[in-house]
C-alpha cells in the first residue's frame, strides 16, 4: 500500500497569509494526487487534481504543484472561508489519503 | 445538479450486519465508478470499496475485505454498502463518493454526500 504524510498537522494563519502545506508518497505517484477540503460535520470538496489541476469552481487561491513522492498544496492569500483541514489523496494505486492538515485561526 | 444521498446507519452490536444505500441523481449513473469512503470519530479519511460503473470489478481495502459488499443497481441509480460481522472499529461516518472521470475504480472524487453514522457498540 501507498503511504501518505502530511505536514503539518496544524498551521495556525491569519487571514491574508500565504499557506503552504506538504504531501508526500512512500512510492512514486507521478501525478495522480488530489486535495481536499473538509469542514467540521461537512464531505471532503475536491480542491484539485492531477497534482496541479484546478477543479471547476474553486477559487484560484489554491494551487497544487509537486510530482513523484512530493506535492504541495498553496493557499495564496488566506481567506476566512478556508479555514478547515485539508487531506491529500494518491491514485496510483487504491485511495488512500493523507492524515490531513488543520488550518486554524492564529 | 449531482445529489448523492446516503441512509442506512445506524447502532448495530459487535457482529452484526448493516447494509448502507446511496441514491445518486443528476448524472449518468451508470457511466461512474462509485466508491465508500469512511471517517471515524475526530480521525481522517479512509477509503473502504469501490466498484466500476458496470459493477463487474469490486475493490476493497483489506480492512474490511471478506466482510463488506459493494454493489450497485445502475437501473435504480444506487449504491450499495453490505457490512456483515461488524467491529467496534468500523465505527465511522460512510461517505458514498463519485469517481471524477473514470468509469474504472480509480480517480479523484468530485461529489461525495452527506455521510451516514455507523456506530457498532454493545
Known amino acids: 500500500d501507498i503511504q501518505m504524510t502530511q505536514s503539518p498537522s496544524t498551521l495556525s494563519a491569519s487571514v491574508g497569509d500565504r499557506v503552504t502545506i506538504t504531501c508526500r508518497a512512500s512510492q512514486s505517484i507521478s501525478s495522480w494526487l488530489a486535495w481536499y477540503q473538509q469542514k467540521p460535520g461537512k464531505a471532503p470538496k475536491l480542491l484539485i487534481y492531477?497534482?496541479?489541476s484546478l477543479e471547476s469552481g474553486v477559487p484560484s487561491r489554491f494551487s497544487g504543484s509537486g510530482s513523484g513522492t512530493e506535492f504541495t498544496l498553496t493557499i495564496s492569500s488566506l481567506q476566512p472561508d478556508d479555514f478547515a483541514t485539508y487531506y491529500c489523496?494518491?491514485?496510483?494505486?487504491?485511495?488512500?489519503f493523507g492524515p490531513g492538515t488543520k488550518v486554524d485561526i492564529k | 445538479e449531482v445529489q448523492l444521498v446516503e441512509s442506512g446507519g445506524g447502532l448495530v452490536q459487535p457482529g452484526g450486519s448493516l447494509r448502507l444505500s446511496c441514491a445518486a441523481s443528476?448524472?449518468?449513473?451508470?457511466?461512474?465508478?462509485m466508491s465508500w469512503v469512511r471517517q471515524a470519530p475526530g480521525k481522517g479519511l479512509e477509503w473502504v470499496s469501490a466498484?466500476?460503473?458496470?459493477?463487474?470489478?469490486?475493490y476493497y481495502a483489506d480492512s474490511v475485505k471478506g466482510r463488506f459488499t459493494i454493489s450497485r443497481d445502475n437501473s435504480k441509480n444506487t449504491l450499495y454498502l453490505q457490512m456483515n460481522s461488524l467491529r467496534a472499529e468500523d465505527t465511522a461516518v460512510y461517505y458514498c463518493?463519485?469517481?471524477?472521470?473514470?468509469?474504472?475504480?480509480?480517480?479523484?472524487?468530485?461529489?461525495w454526500g452527506q455521510g451516514t453514522l455507523v456506530t457498532v457498540s454493545s
Open positions: 489523496q494518491q491514485y496510483n494505486s487504491y485511495p488512500t
Open positions: 463518493a463519485k469517481f471524477a472521470r473514470s468509469i474504472a475504480a480509480a480517480g479523484d472524487f468530485d461529489y
Open positions: 443528476g448524472f449518468t449513473f451508470s457511466s461512474y465508478a
Open positions: 466498484i466500476s460503473g458496470s459493477g463487474g470489478s469490486t
Open positions: 492531477k497534482a496541479s
